[in-house]
């Protein structure tokens, strides 16, 4: 026999998980007359702590202790069943049939004259309001499964799913992505909230930082008033407007048990308004809601995009009578552009609620959602104990598919295309692919790039690259390398190091257009939309959130700068054309400290990896803020100067759905800054519009070292045309925002005194207003814009918006 230490049998216990020893009950639920399987059907404990729905196939899973135990099962027009199971181990193909339930409706008073059904939904608005005000806090647990389906392949990055367009033989929808997890839930009054992600897993093509899907927070509950899809509020069945925003009518009685329930139709009073289509179904007894069977109707479908959205969601009382969801399922359907069929489903249960106990308020701090840190590592023996929704065939085929590909290595080759920017030699390292090779400017002229990246290696942590560039007109090889180092448990603090001899593009605080439309632009026209200029050196920066809603940064920065000139004719058309003249800089050597300082009051994501800001519709505002400070005594640098760049952005909701968008940003200079380092107001090119910029301005127009400006934007949706009530232009759902800019300019004496240029000066502020009209199906915005005083130049101009020109 082979001995063991008690040494080694401790390190045993002490590195294997341990869990409670649970039993896997499992089996299917079918109507009884039928024999067919009723999916969703609610599948719980005799004491409401561990529950489940059953899947499309009918089929359901439970875990229990060993003992003896009561099983529930029940759906709405069915006769609930009792089911008495002894466990001792896993106990399989349970087969529980439902019979239907027939219970005559009991009498309801109702004013003359008034529909039926405005009684009963106002009573159930009243109930939810009392329901309310007893529900002090609650825990619970939920299970949470995502599927994503589409006739392409799916991959993800970080934050985001993308589909492949391509042209597949096959018109079937096929399973390309699961994502599950588990997670437990707090609420205390008034609006603290808070869940943490216990264990999670998906297939291989998705990494983990997307699966934050959690039940508690992606689910509306439709005992709620704030109900929103796609950034758009919806009035719900129980809103207290929704009398007169929806007409409901008794379309059937069905029963639970010996329960009386009203199967009510829903469907908006003006069916160009958003809204919900479909059933409600509420107690006979005491109006509460215990079903919802809806889809969004094509007024709130944005640009008619999804075929299909709808939602199943049921209610099941705990603690004193208090109705909480139990389930949440969401199908989604598109079809896009003939190419592609996509389809997403969400199912989750929520189980074990506990209501109205005591929770100390230090647990809801400023992350709405956490991911513990061994989420990602919980083994099948974890998941084997749990709560979950049993995989249906396909999805365990989905399962076995996805892993197996995504585990075959790919070759350089078959990673190779020249459409894009950069070719993928192993999972965190790139080089550049033919589109990211070549680019052209006035200065450089033909130029030829190559780098090699390094992308969220060391566990996300670590980003670096190193860029060469060779020009042929200027003959200059120049060098880029950047190097960024992520610290803490989710990534807060930052080391960066960057050593460059580059050209630089002239006022970098501007807009930045796309390398491709400059170079294109070049190409064609001569029409070179950047001004140039050498800069070589180093920078060191490093810092972070020193409190949850303030980072700090300090920057250090060694740079020479030099004049750049223009070096080349060429152009594909434009040959008798000459290129504008490059304008000079003032050459120099600077060594400056920046120091950056960001107050962001927003609640976040710790999604496992980073922290990700989010807004949950409500208004906010976040400030930034840069002090850069150079001098001859104290950094031996050749200007003195002192720059202070403040920044206010946010949002302001309004009315219904619309917002108001808002960036303010003062910039202000003591000393004698360099004209390269300038604060260039963002303006367009000719024909283009962006948002946030001054869009009867051209790109660099106007500068200074003194700036202060004001972009408003009143974001209506396509709310703007559904008030003017006219019917064509209602259901185009044409999205318009209405802008006001504001800006004043003006360069100190000493800096005036090195700047060889020429800009206007705003000391009487600029003003300019507008509105733009597009569609969400088309990437592109027209607006129109007038200047309210100084209109001796482009008084009017009218620009489009576009990804590509972005």
Known sequence: MKKYSVFTILLFFLSTPIYSQHFQVSGIVTDSETGLPLIYANIRTADHSIGTASNKEGKFEIKMKEGSHVIITSFLGYVSDTTFVEVVNDLKEIKIALKPSFINLSEITVLPGENPANEIIRRAIKRKHERDEKIESYTFTAYTKGVVKSTEEVTAGQSSISIGVGFSDSSELKINGILENQSIGYFKKPDYYKEKIMARKQTANFPSTINILTGGRIIQDFYSDDTRFFGRKINGPLGDNSLSYYYFYIEDTVSIDNQNVFKLYMVPDDSLDPGFVGHVYISGNNYDLLKVDLQLNRAANPGGLFDTISIFQQFFPFGDSLFMPVDYHLIVSAKILNLIKIGFELNTILYDYKMNIPIDEKLFDMAVLTVVPDADEKDSTYWDVIQKIPNTFEEVNAYNRIDSVQNVQLTFWENFSFLSSRIEVSKNFSVSAPLGMYHFNRVEGHSI??????????????????????????????????????????????????????????????????????????????????????????????????????????????????????????????????????????????????????????????????????????????????????????????????????????????????????????????????????????????????????????????????????????????????????????????????????????????????????????????????????????????????????????????????????
């Open 449 to 806: 790039d190559f780098g090699f990246f390094v992308n969220n290696a060391d566990k996300n942590r670590l980003n670096s690259s190193l860029v060469f560039n060779y020009g042929f007109a200027d003959k200059k090889l120049k060098h880029d390398f950047d190097f960024t180092y992520l610290f803490g448990d989710y990534r807060t603090y930052r080391l960066n190091l960057g050593v460059y001899n580059k050209t630089n593009k002239l006022y970098e605080t501007s807009k930045d257009y796309s390398e491709f439309l400059s170079s294109l632009l070049s190409l064609l026209s001569k029409d070179d939309i950047n001004d140039y200029y050498y800069s070589k050196g180093f920078s060191i920066s490093f810092g972070g959130e020193v409190l949850p809603f303030l980072s700090l940064y300090a920057t250090g920065i060694h740079n020479v700068d030099k004049t750049a000139y223009v070096n080349t004719s060429f152009s594909i058309f434009a040959k008798s054309k000459d290129f504008r003249v490059n304008p000079a800089v003032y050459e120099t050597m600077l060594n400056y400290l920046k120091l950056n300082f960001k107050i962001d009051f927003r609640k976040y994501f710790e999604d496992g990896m980073n922290r990700v800001r989010i807004s949950q519709g409500k208004n906010y505002a976040i400030l930034d803020g840069t002090y850069t400070f150079s001098g001859k005594n104290l950094f031996n640098s050749d200007l003195d100067f002192n720059t202070i760049d403040l920044k206010l952005s946010g949002v302001f909701n309004t009315f219904s759905n619309t917002a108001i968008n808002y960036v303010i940003r003062g910039f202000y200079t003591d000393g004698t800054l360099p004209p390269q380092m300038l604060y260039a107001v963002p303006g367009n090119i000719n024909l283009t519009s962006t948002d946030f910029t001054f869009r009867t301005l051209g790109f660099n127009e106007v500068f200074g070292d003194r700036v202060l400006t004001c972009n408003l934007e009143y974001n209506l949706r396509d709310d703007f045309f559904r008030w003017l009530g006219v019917p064509y232009l209602k259901t185009m759902e044409l999205q318009t925002k209405w802008f006001f800019n504001a800006a004043y300019s003006d360069i100190g004496r000493k800096s005036a005194a090195i700047f060889s240029g020429s800009t206007p000066i705003y000391k009487n502020p600029l003003f300019e207003t507008g509105f733009s009209v597009g569609h969400l199906l088309f990437p592109i915005q027209i607006s129109f814009a007038w200047k309210l005083n100084h209109t001796e130049i482009n008084s009017f101009r009218i620009g489009l918006s576009s990804l590509i020109i972005n």
